[in-house]
C-alpha cells in the first residue's frame, strides 16, 4: 500500500520506492503539510511541525488561547488567501458580497486503486496495479466552497502528482481569481532554484538561483508554455549536483500560463507553489459549478539531479507519452524548410524526396507553404487546401509519388492561427481573439484562433482530418507561432473575459484529443517556434516536440542540456541542418552535428540535393548508426556527464541501455587549444564488475574503469570535433 491513513492521530502517509509524504488534520480541522523527502517507513513525523507564539502572526478564531498556531507559519498542503497566511498562496476567491476569505477545513477522504483523471485536461495516466489515489475533502465552512485535493502516486516511479477541483457548494456566485494546483512547504531557508529560461532559438537554459526572503518567480503570461520560461523547476539543497544532494521537481501537465514561486518566509521556511499564471485569469463559478485546476507532477531524488531527471525520463516514456509510439523507432525524417522555406514547386520536392529516398530517409515531410496563398508570412494561415499553382497534382498525387519512392509523407500545420489575409478570416473576422474597438497586437502578421469556441475546432476538425485524408500522412507536425494577446472572445460575456485564456488551452486539448484519437497511427510533432510550448501537456498528446528553431548543433547542446532535466531525448525533435548554421553562420563538421541530433527524435533539415558524394556516404552511414543505437537513445537512461555552461572546453553525454550492456557515450569539443591539455571522461551508469568493448575494438575494460577511472579523450584538431563512443558488454 503506498497511501496510508492512521485514523487515531488523522494522519496520511505516501510512500513511493524512494519518497515519503505526510500529512495531518491538525485539531483544528486544517491540513498541514508534515514531510517531504527520502523514505522514512511507519513513523508519525508530526513531531516536524512546530509552532510558538510570534508577533503578527495570527491565530484561526477557534485557536485564540493557543497562540502559537498559526496558518501564516504552519507549514500547509492547500494555503488560501485572506485568513492569515501572507505568503504566497494557492486560492484566492472573492464572494458575492465582495469579501475574499477562504479557510479550508476537512471533511472526509477516499482511497482507491488506480489514478484519477482529469476531465478535459491532460494528466498522467497510469492503470490499477501502477497507480493509487487519495482524494481529500476540504471545506470552507462560511461559504460552502469545497476543494477536492488529488494525490496520483505512482509508486515506483518516485511520483505524485497533484491536481484539485474547487466546487461552489454555497448558494452565491464566487469569483476564482488564483487556483495554483500544488503547494510544498519544507523547514528551512538554505535552497536553490533552478528554473528554464531562454528565448526564441535559445531555450531551456539552466539558470540556478538561491531562494531568497521574499519571493522568487518563474512564469511565463504569454497564453503558451514558452520559449522565456519552462514549467519545470527544481528546488534543491544548496550543495545539490548530478549525483548528490536533495531534490525536488514541479512539472506541470499544461500548455498555457503558469506560476512557479518559492518564497522563504519570515522563520527560514521555504514554500515552493506551481499553477495557472493569477494574472489575467478570473473564473466565475455560479452555485454547483466545479472547476478543475491542471495536474503538477512531483518527483523527488535524495541523489541528486541526474536521478530526478531518470525518474522523469521514465515516467515520461510509460505514463505521458502516446503509446502507439513507446518502444518503436521513430522514423529517420526530411523537413523541407531550412532548405527552400516558401520557396518550392512540386518538381522542387520531388527532387529532394528523390535525394533523401537515396540516402535512407524514411519520412519526406513537408513544411510550411503547400496551403492557400502562402508564398510568405503575411498570407494563408487558416486556409487548409493546397495551393494548387505550387502542387499541381494535390496533396494526393504528391503523397503518392513521395510514397512510390518508399518512403511516408509527412506534413505541417499551424491550425491555431490566421493570417488577416486569408480566405478563412474574410468569411470569419470574429473568430479570432481580439478586442473590438482596439487595433490587436501583430506577431508574423498573424492573429490567433478562438480555440474556446466550439464552431472554431469543429472547422479546424474537418479541415485537418480533411489534409490528413487526402495526403493519408503518416506524421503531422502542428506549429503554434505566436504569443497571445489582446485576449477577447466574442462568445464570452464582458464579465467571463478572464476565463479566455484557459478555454483556449482546454480547446487545443480538446481538438488534439479528437485528432490523435482519430488519427492514433500517425506520428505527431509538436512546435511553437521550435520549443514554445514544450511542455508535459502538449507530450501528453504527441510523442515528439520540435525542441528549438536553432539547428547550430554547438548551441543545440546548450539547449538540449537544459531540456534534458526535465525531459527524455525521445521528447526531443534533432535534425541536422546545413553549415555554416542558417541561424548563426557557425561551421561545424557533419558528424558533429549528426551526433548532437542523434541525441534526440533524429533526422535531416537541409537541401539534400546539394550534397557532395562524401557526405552523402557520412549520411548513410550516420542512418545506419541512428538505426543501431536508438534503442539505447531513446529508451535507456541518460547521463549528464558535464555542464557545458561551466565547461568551456568539451561537452559529454551518455546513454545506457536499461539493462546496462550496452552504452553511447558523446563527446564535442568546444573549443580547441595549442598544446592541449589531456582530458579524461568517467561513464556512469555500467556495471561495475562487467567486461565491456569500446566500438568493437580488441581491448576489454571493466565497468568500473570505465565509471572510475575513466576514458581519455583524444586530443583533436580544430574547434566542434565530436568522439562518439559505443560501449558493448563481452
Ligand atoms: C516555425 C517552426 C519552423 C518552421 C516555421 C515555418 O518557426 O518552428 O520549424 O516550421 O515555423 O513557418
Given at each position: 500500500?503506498?497511501?496510508?491513513?492512521?485514523?487515531?492521530d488523522r494522519?496520511?502517509?505516501?510512500?513511493?520506492?524512494?519518497?515519503?509524504?505526510?500529512m495531518k488534520v491538525s485539531r483544528y480541522g486544517h491540513l498541514l503539510h508534515v514531510?517531504?523527502?527520502?523514505?522514512?517507513?511507519?513513523?508519525d513525523l508530526s513531531f516536524l511541525v512546530r509552532g510558538i507564539n510570534r508577533g503578527f502572526s495570527g491565530t484561526p478564531y477557534d485557536a485564540c488561547d493557543d497562540r502559537g498556531y498559526s496558518l501564516d507559519t504552519l507549514p500547509q498542503?492547500?494555503p488560501?488567501?485572506?485568513t492569515g497566511d501572507y505568503r504566497?498562496?494557492?486560492?484566492?476567491?472573492?464572494?458575492?458580497?465582495?469579501?475574499?476569505?477562504?479557510e479550508?477545513l476537512?471533511?472526509?477522504?477516499?482511497?482507491?486503486?488506480?489514478?484519477?483523471?482529469?476531465?478535459?485536461?491532460?494528466?498522467?495516466?497510469?492503470?490499477?496495479?501502477?497507480?493509487?489515489?487519495?482524494?481529500?475533502?476540504?471545506?470552507?465552512?462560511?461559504?460552502?466552497?469545497?476543494?477536492?485535493?488529488?494525490?496520483?502516486?505512482?509508486?515506483?516511479?518516485?511520483?505524485?502528482?497533484?491536481?484539485?477541483?474547487?466546487?461552489?457548494?454555497?448558494?452565491?456566485?464566487?469569483?476564482?481569481?488564483?487556483?495554483?494546483?500544488?503547494?510544498?512547504d519544507?523547514p528551512g531557508?538554505?535552497?536553490?532554484?533552478?528554473?528554464?529560461?531562454?528565448?526564441?532559438?535559445?531555450?531551456?537554459?539552466?539558470?540556478?538561483?538561491?531562494?531568497?526572503?521574499?519571493?522568487?518567480?518563474?512564469?511565463?503570461?504569454?497564453?503558451?508554455?514558452?520559449?522565456?520560461?519552462?514549467?519545470?523547476?527544481?528546488?534543491?539543497?544548496?550543495?545539490?549536483?548530478?549525483?548528490?544532494?536533495?531534490?525536488?521537481?514541479?512539472?506541470?501537465?499544461?500548455?498555457?500560463?503558469?506560476?512557479?514561486?518559492?518564497?522563504?518566509d519570515q522563520i527560514d521556511q521555504?514554500r515552493?507553489?506551481?499553477?495557472?499564471?493569477?494574472?489575467?485569469?478570473?473564473?466565475?463559478?455560479?452555485?454547483?459549478?466545479?472547476?478543475?485546476?491542471?495536474?503538477?507532477?512531483?518527483?523527488?531524488?535524495?541523489?541528486?539531479?541526474?536521478?530526478?531527471?531518470?525518474?522523469?525520463?521514465?515516467?515520461?516514456?510509460?505514463?505521458?507519452?502516446?503509446?502507439?509510439?513507446?518502444?518503436?523507432?521513430?522514423?529517420?525524417?526530411?523537413?523541407?524548410?531550412?532548405?527552400?522555406?516558401?520557396?518550392?514547386?512540386?518538381?522542387?520536392?520531388?527532387?529532394?524526396?528523390?535525394?533523401?529516398?537515396?540516402?535512407?530517409?524514411?519520412?519526406?515531410?513537408?513544411?510550411?507553404?503547400?496551403?492557400?496563398?502562402?508564398?510568405?508570412?503575411?498570407?494563408?494561415?487558416?486556409?487548409?487546401?493546397?495551393?494548387?499553382?505550387?502542387?499541381?497534382?494535390?496533396?494526393?498525387?504528391?503523397?503518392?509519388?513521395?510514397?512510390?519512392?518508399?518512403?511516408?509523407?509527412?506534413?505541417?500545420?499551424?491550425?491555431?492561427?490566421?493570417?488577416?489575409?486569408?480566405?478563412?478570416?474574410?468569411?470569419?473576422?470574429?473568430?479570432?481573439?481580439?478586442?473590438?474597438?482596439?487595433?490587436?497586437?501583430?506577431?508574423?502578421?498573424?492573429?490567433?484562433?478562438?480555440?474556446?469556441?466550439?464552431?472554431?475546432?469543429?472547422?479546424?476538425?474537418?479541415?485537418?482530418?480533411?489534409?490528413?485524408?487526402?495526403?493519408?500522412?503518416?506524421?503531422?507536425?502542428?506549429?503554434?507561432?505566436?504569443?497571445?494577446?489582446?485576449?477577447?472572445?466574442?462568445?464570452?460575456?464582458?464579465?467571463?473575459?478572464?476565463?479566455?485564456?484557459?478555454?483556449?488551452?482546454?480547446?487545443?486539448?480538446?481538438?488534439?484529443?479528437?485528432?490523435?484519437?482519430?488519427?492514433?497511427?500517425?506520428?505527431?510533432?509538436?512546435?511553437?517556434?521550435?520549443?514554445?510550448?514544450?511542455?508535459?501537456?502538449?507530450?501528453?498528446?504527441?510523442?515528439?516536440?520540435?525542441?528549438?528553431?536553432?539547428?547550430?548543433?554547438?548551441?543545440?547542446?546548450?539547449?538540449?542540456?537544459?531540456?534534458?532535466?526535465?525531459?527524455?531525448?525521445?521528447?526531443?525533435?534533432?535534425?541536422?541542418?546545413?553549415?555554416?548554421?542558417?541561424?548563426?553562420?557557425?561551421?561545424?563538421?557533419?558528424?558533429?552535428?549528426?551526433?548532437?541530433?542523434?541525441?534526440?527524435?533524429?533526422?535531416?533539415?537541409?537541401?539534400?540535393?546539394?550534397?557532395?558524394?562524401?557526405?552523402?556516404?557520412?549520411?548513410?552511414?550516420?542512418?545506419?548508426?541512428?538505426?543501431?543505437?536508438?534503442?539505447?537513445?531513446?529508451?535507456?537512461?541518460?547521463?549528464?556527464?558535464?555542464?557545458?555552461?561551466?565547461?568551456?572546453?568539451?561537452?559529454?553525454?551518455?546513454?545506457?541501455?536499461?539493462?546496462?550492456?550496452?552504452?553511447?557515450?558523446?563527446?564535442?569539443?568546444?573549443?580547441?587549444?595549442?598544446?592541449?591539455?589531456?582530458?579524461?571522461?568517467?561513464?556512469?551508469?555500467?556495471?561495475?564488475?562487467?567486461?565491456?568493448?569500446?566500438?568493437?575494438?580488441?581491448?576489454?575494460?571493466?565497468?568500473?574503469?570505465?565509471?572510475?577511472?575513466?576514458?581519455?579523450?583524444?586530443?583533436?584538431?580544430?574547434?566542434?570535433?565530436?568522439?562518439?563512443?559505443?560501449?558493448?558488454?563481452?
Amino acid at each position: 500500500m503506498s497511501i496510508l491513513y492512521e485514523p487515531q492521530d488523522r494522519v496520511f502517509t505516501i510512500h513511493t520506492k524512494r519518497s515519503t509524504w505526510q500529512m495531518k488534520v491538525s485539531r483544528y480541522g486544517h491540513l498541514l503539510h508534515v514531510y517531504y523527502g527520502s523514505k522514512i517507513e511507519h513513523m508519525d513525523l508530526s513531531f516536524l511541525v512546530r509552532g510558538i507564539n510570534r508577533g503578527f502572526s495570527g491565530t484561526p478564531y477557534d485557536a485564540c488561547d493557543d497562540r502559537g498556531y498559526s496558518l501564516d507559519t504552519l507549514p500547509q498542503e492547500y494555503p488560501c488567501s485572506g485568513t492569515g497566511d501572507y505568503r504566497t498562496g494557492c486560492l484566492h476567491a472573492i464572494h458575492a458580497d465582495g469579501s475574499q476569505a477562504v479557510e479550508l477545513l476537512y471533511v472526509s477522504h477516499r482511497i482507491y486503486a488506480g489514478k484519477y483523471r482529469l476531465p478535459g485536461l491532460p494528466s498522467v495516466r497510469a492503470s490499477d496495479t501502477e497507480a493509487q489515489t487519495l482524494e481529500i475533502l476540504l471545506k470552507d465552512r462560511a461559504t460552502g466552497l469545497e476543494v477536492i485535493l488529488y494525490y496520483g502516486v505512482l509508486e515506483e516511479n518516485d511520483v505524485i502528482t497533484r491536481a484539485l477541483s474547487v466546487r461552489n457548494g454555497g448558494q452565491t456566485r464566487i469569483l476564482l481569481s488564483r487556483v495554483l494546483s500544488c503547494c510544498v512547504d519544507f523547514p528551512g531557508r538554505d535552497m536553490d532554484m533552478l528554473s528554464f529560461h531562454g528565448r526564441h532559438a535559445m531555450e531551456r537554459i539552466l539558470q540556478r538561483s538561491r531562494v531568497p526572503y521574499g519571493r522568487l518567480s518563474v512564469g511565463s503570461v504569454r497564453g503558451t508554455s514558452s520559449h522565456q520560461e519552462n514549467p519545470f523547476v527544481i528546488l534543491c539543497d544548496r550543495d545539490a549536483g548530478e549525483e548528490q544532494g536533495r531534490c525536488y521537481s514541479m512539472s506541470f501537465v499544461y500548455s498555457g500560463n503558469f506560476l512557479a514561486e518559492a518564497e522563504a518566509d519570515q522563520i527560514d521556511q521555504t514554500r515552493f507553489v506551481m499553477g495557472i499564471h493569477p494574472d489575467g485569469f478570473c473564473w466565475t463559478l455560479e452555485a454547483g459549478e466545479e472547476f478543475i485546476a491542471p495536474e503538477v507532477i512531483l518527483s523527488y531524488s535524495g541523489a541528486g539531479f541526474g536521478l530526478l531527471s531518470g525518474n522523469l525520463h521514465d515516467l515520461y516514456r510509460q505514463h505521458i507519452l502516446p503509446q502507439a509510439f513507446q518502444g518503436r523507432r521513430r522514423p529517420v525524417l526530411l523537413n523541407s524548410w531550412e532548405a527552400v522555406e516558401f520557396d518550392f514547386t512540386e518538381e522542387t520536392l520531388l527532387s529532394m524526396a528523390e535525394s533523401a529516398a537515396n540516402l535512407g530517409i524514411e519520412l519526406f515531410v513537408l513544411d510550411d507553404g503547400w496551403f492557400g496563398s502562402r508564398d510568405c508570412d503575411k498570407s494563408g494561415l487558416g486556409d487548409w487546401f493546397p495551393n494548387l499553382k505550387k502542387l499541381p497534382s494535390g496533396l494526393s498525387g504528391l503523397s503518392d509519388r513521395i510514397r512510390d519512392m518508399g518512403m511516408e509523407f509527412g506534413i505541417w500545420i499551424e491550425p491555431e492561427m490566421v493570417n488577416e489575409d486569408s480566405e478563412l478570416f474574410r468569411a470569419h473576422p470574429d473568430w479570432c481573439l481580439r478586442i473590438p474597438g482596439r487595433k490587436p497586437n501583430l506577431e508574423r502578421c498573424q492573429l490567433v484562433l478562438d480555440l474556446g469556441r466550439k464552431e472554431v475546432r469543429e472547422h479546424l476538425f474537418d479541415c485537418i482530418s480533411r489534409v490528413m485524408d487526402e495526403s493519408k500522412a503518416a506524421y503531422i507536425k502542428w506549429d503554434m507561432n505566436r504569443s497571445l494577446s489582446d485576449i477577447w472572445s466574442a462568445c464570452l460575456p464582458g464579465s467571463r473575459q478572464g476565463e479566455a485564456s484557459h478555454r483556449y488551452i482546454l480547446g487545443v486539448y480538446e481538438l488534439m484529443e479528437r485528432l490523435t484519437q482519430k488519427y492514433p497511427h500517425v506520428l505527431w510533432e509538436g512546435c511553437s517556434g521550435g520549443g514554445g510550448r514544450f511542455d508535459a501537456g502538449i507530450l501528453s498528446y504527441m510523442p515528439q516536440i520540435w525542441c528549438s528553431d536553432n539547428t547550430d548543433a554547438v548551441e543545440r547542446i546548450h539547449i538540449q542540456y537544459g531540456t534534458s532535466f526535465g525531459y527524455p531525448a525521445c521528447a526531443v525533435g534533432s535534425h541536422v541542418s546545413a553549415s555554416p548554421n542558417q541561424q548563426t553562420g557557425r561551421e561545424t563538421p557533419l558528424p558533429t552535428r549528426a551526433d548532437v541530433a542523434l541525441a534526440g527524435c533524429f533526422g535531416y533539415e537541409l537541401d539534400v540535393r546539394m550534397l557532395s558524394g562524401e557526405e552523402k556516404a557520412q549520411i548513410r552511414r550516420q542512418i545506419e548508426d541512428y538505426c543501431k543505437l536508438w534503442h539505447v537513445i531513446q529508451q535507456g537512461d541518460y547521463y549528464r556527464l558535464s555542464n557545458p555552461q561551466e565547461n568551456a572546453d568539451f561537452a559529454a553525454w551518455e546513454f545506457v541501455a536499461k539493462d546496462q550492456k550496452e552504452a553511447v557515450v558523446n563527446v564535442v569539443i568546444l573549443h580547441a587549444k595549442a598544446n592541449p591539455p589531456f582530458f579524461c571522461i568517467r561513464a556512469r551508469g555500467l556495471k561495475e564488475d562487467a567486461r565491456y568493448r569500446i566500438d568493437g575494438g580488441e581491448a576489454v575494460y571493466t565497468g568500473n574503469a570505465l565509471m572510475h577511472a575513466g576514458i581519455p579523450i583524444p586530443v583533436t584538431q580544430g574547434d566542434y570535433q565530436s568522439i562518439r563512443y559505443h560501449i558493448q558488454q563481452v
